[in-house]
């Protein structure tokens, strides 16, 4: 079960026909009140129980005082042969780098997420105004979802004098290529993320990452070595962060970012998602 509204029933369904039950816990639910907390519960009520990360797997067990033979971490993967700088050929670069009016001469900062409030745009923006590297762009991909948002974003940008340095290109299709524009990739999240597919996306593609740390980025990311990582909601620690990750000359930044591909392709592929999932299952069955 991977969510809880059938996860009910698919509790009650296998505890009758005598069969195991999985969940996946995957995210970190809200539990506003007790009925949200009993409605939750089901999520850790398999004979074992998958979360994305060892951040997770804290929340269950302390959470429901699950124990933690029931847990298994099973990290998010990223497909290596899709996301490699190598495979992204012909004009998928230029052409995003034209629609999104970007001068490849300035160096890009992209956050990829949705536009909402928890995925930390306005963090992005008061670091850029406040970083040395002045000429920096900041590129913003994702779904916009609410006008109301984007707009307060605009508005902020202009507030710092950096709206010139702003992008709100919305959704793509085409990440793998995207990120081949950006000189760092960053993860701005003010909650902790359960995973931050984000990351190892932009780790496989050699990119110079920088998150918060906190969440699975602190599984993710070893801190000077395959990304970099900053105290949560930290403007100006932030901004001095993209300043290091831009001042590091272009050797050195190819180099971190071989490292972290490698890192990714090792541990945080599909292909050993895969493998973990099905161990979980064979685990049950004999």
């Given at each position: 079960?991977h ?10 369904a296998?505890r ?8 996946s816990?995957h995210?970190?639910?809200?539990e ?5 907390r009993?409605y939750?519960?089901?999520m850790?009520l398999g004979d074992l129980?998958?979360v994305?990360s060892?951040f ?5 067990m302390?959470?429901?005082g699950?124990?933690?033979?029931r ?15 190598a ?7 230029s052409?995003?780098?034209?629609a999104?009016?970007?001068d490849?001469s300035?160096?890009?900062?992209m956050?990829?997420?949705?536009l909402?409030t928890?995925k ?6 008061e670091?850029l ?6 000429d920096a762009?900041?590129?913003c991909?994702g779904a ?6 984007m707009?307060s974003l ?6 710092r004098?950096?709206?010139?340095r702003?992008?709100?290109v919305?959704?793509c299709d085409d ?8 000189d ?5 999240s003010?909650?902790p ?6 990351i190892i996306?932009?780790q496989?593609?050699?990119r110079v ?15 000077g ?16 962060m993209?300043d290091?990750?831009?001042d ?5 930044r ?6 972290a591909?490698?890192?990714?392709a090792?541990?945080?592929s599909?292909?050993?998602m ?6 979980v299952?064979a685990?049950l069955?004999t």
């Amino acid at each position: 079960a991977h969510s809880r509204a059938p996860a009910w029933s698919a509790y009650y369904a296998a505890r009758r026909c005598k069969v195991p039950f999985v969940t996946s816990y995957h995210g970190a639910y809200s539990e506003t009140s007790g009925v949200k907390r009993r409605y939750n519960r089901v999520m850790a009520l398999g004979d074992l129980i998958v979360v994305p990360s060892r951040f997770i797997a804290g929340l269950v067990m302390s959470r429901y005082g699950v124990a933690e033979s029931r847990v298994r971490v099973v990290h998010g993967g990223v497909n290596p042969l899709v996301f490699d700088p190598a495979a992204v050929l012909g004009d998928r670069v230029s052409r995003l780098a034209k629609a999104w009016r970007l001068d490849m001469s300035r160096p890009v900062v992209m956050l990829p997420a949705r536009l909402t409030t928890l995925k930390g745009h306005k963090l992005l923006i008061e670091a850029l105004a406040q970083m040395r590297h002045a000429d920096a762009l900041a590129v913003c991909v994702g779904a916009t979802g609410r006008p109301a948002y984007m707009q307060s974003l605009l508005a902020l940008a202009r507030q710092r004098g950096v709206e010139d340095r702003l992008r709100l290109v919305g959704p793509c299709d085409d990440m793998p290529a995207a990120m081949m524009l950006a000189d760092v990739v960053v993860n701005a999240s003010l909650q902790p993320e359960s995973f931050g597919l984000t990351i190892i996306e932009g780790q496989a593609m050699g990119r110079v990452v920088v998150a918060a740390g906190h969440g699975g980025a602190l599984e993710t990311v070893r801190d000077g070595e395959t990304g970099f990582l900053f105290p949560p909601g930290d403007a100006p620690a932030l901004a001095t962060m993209l300043d290091h990750a831009l001042d590091m000359p272009p050797e050195a930044r190819i180099a971190f970012g071989q490292a972290a591909r490698a890192e990714t392709a090792r541990n945080f592929s599909v292909e050993a998602m895969q493998l973990r999932m099905l161990t979980v299952y064979a685990e049950l069955l004999t």
